[in-house]
């Protein structure tokens, strides 16, 4: 079964196909098209046989996926004889209202994911559009929407409700929802292979362009950082985190702006942008090296929240086995690792600095004496996205936990 999973924005289409009839699941081609509906949009493609960087004019996203499957049929760089052997499209979907796990898109799903687009406006409307179009597009090709918020419904009742009334959080889904689903499932099963067990309590820190920590007993989520949308938890790259929403009358008071202009600046100026002015952690590392005070409070917020998830965890599962950094900041920031771990000997925790420094991007970095191991390990959401495809297809429901 060939899976082809697509990684969509508003103006690009970046895709994998898998094989997963071969027991390896090898990735068959790889390829991106960006810049979707200007006059000239990128388009790259990498198979075994060969691959090109060219561009062209792509309308929108139903030309994208036609050109991708033009490229994967290609004669002499394709992989594929036919575009019918691709068993479906699998979308790393993100929120939709009282609806999650692995679907069929149908109408119902869509118009489950409009209703949250105002609860993941950088993810959701995207999504829903594209969709649309490749349902008219592509009638015979399945679409498989597999929801980050999947993995987390096995968290206790206790830990994603919000003291609220019940109607709201019964009827309008207003809960403790988890996201990165994807990430943190595969945090889940890779440690268990390095560990060599499943019977593990493991803190999976995924941290990147947006962060959420999640704590894993013996493979199943029992917590995660984030809440009802995308935008809470840990500060991330634009978006604020943590936020008392008592503090919206000031704003709207003060400044003048209406709710949405708040929201928009919480959502897309705010986390390390809203504190320090710049949104990558390269770059806020850069500058708090050459001594930049409001850099530095930025890394330092980002660790503190961290660190506070951190330590609810490590009192949630009763200490950890294992701690795994993943995502961009995860796997690549050794100061970022280096601030969060610090002085935690007494929780059995210890890195060993020249570990911590470099190495393969899949290693352990604690120290030979540390009781919990502490890993950087590079995510494959994409893989975890094919194989609940597969999973759905094979099961011939439209639906699936």
Not at 222 to 237: D, K
Not at 306 to 320: M, T, V
Request: contains cysteine; hydrophobic residues 40%; negative net charge.
């Amino acid at each position: 079964m060939k899976i082809l999973v697509a990684n969509l924005g508003s103006t690009s289409f970046k895709y994998r196909l898998f094989d997963l009839g071969d027991p390896a699941e090898p990735v068959l081609a790889r390829g991106a098209i960006e810049r979707i509906g200007s006059p000239s949009s990128k388009v790259v493609v990498k198979t075994a046989k060969g691959g090109s960087e060219t561009s062209r004019p792509v309308a929108d996203h139903g030309d994208a996926v036609q050109l991708c499957l033009d490229q994967l049929t290609d004669p002499e760089t394709g992989v594929l004889a036919d575009a019918s052997e691709v068993s479906a499209i699998g979308f790393k979907a993100v929120h939709a209202r009282n609806l999650t796990g692995v679907h069929l898109v149908d109408d119902a799903v869509l118009e489950a994911m409009e209703a949250f687009s105002d609860v993941a406006p950088a993810h959701n409307p995207p999504y829903v559009k594209a969709m649309r179009m490749l349902r008219d597009r592509f009638p015979g090709l399945p679409l498989v929407a597999a929801f980050e918020t999947g993995f987390h419904r096995t968290i206790p009742e206790a830990s994603q409700r919000y003291a609220i009334p019940e109607e709201w959080a019964t009827a309008l889904g207003v809960r403790r929802w988890g996201f990165h689903g994807a990430s943190h499932r595969y945090i889940s099963w890779r440690t268990a292979e390095l560990l060599g067990r499943t019977d593990l309590k493991v803190i999976s820190c995924h941290l990147g362009g947006s962060s959420s920590l999640a704590a894993i007993r013996d493979g199943a989520s029992v917590g995660s950082s984030l809440g009802m949308s995308p935008q809470s938890g840990l500060p991330h790259n634009n978006r604020v985190g943590e936020f008392d929403v008592f503090a919206l009358p000031v704003l709207l008071r003060e400044t003048g702006k209406s709710l949405e202009e708040i929201l928009q600046i919480l959502a897309c100026k705010s986390g390390l942008e809203g504190i320090c002015g710049a949104n990558d952690v390269r770059d806020v590392e850069a500058a708090a090296g050459e001594g930049d005070i409001r850099s530095q409070l930025a890394l330092d917020v980002f660790v503190a929240s961290i660190r506070h998830y951190l330590g609810a965890f490590l009192l949630e599962l009763g200490g950890a086995d294992a701690i795994v950094f993943t995502g961009g900041i995860g796997e690549n920031s050794s100061r970022i690792r280096s601030m969060t771990c610090r002085d935690l000997g007494w929780f059995g925790i210890e890195l060993d600095p020249a570990l911590n420094a470099g190495g393969p991007a899949e290693r352990r970095i604690s120290a030979e004496g540390s009781r919990v191991q502490v890993w950087t390990v590079p995510t494959n959401e994409e893989i975890v996205v094919a194989r609940q495809s597969q999973e759905l297809l094979k099961s011939g429901r439209s639906a699936i936990a």
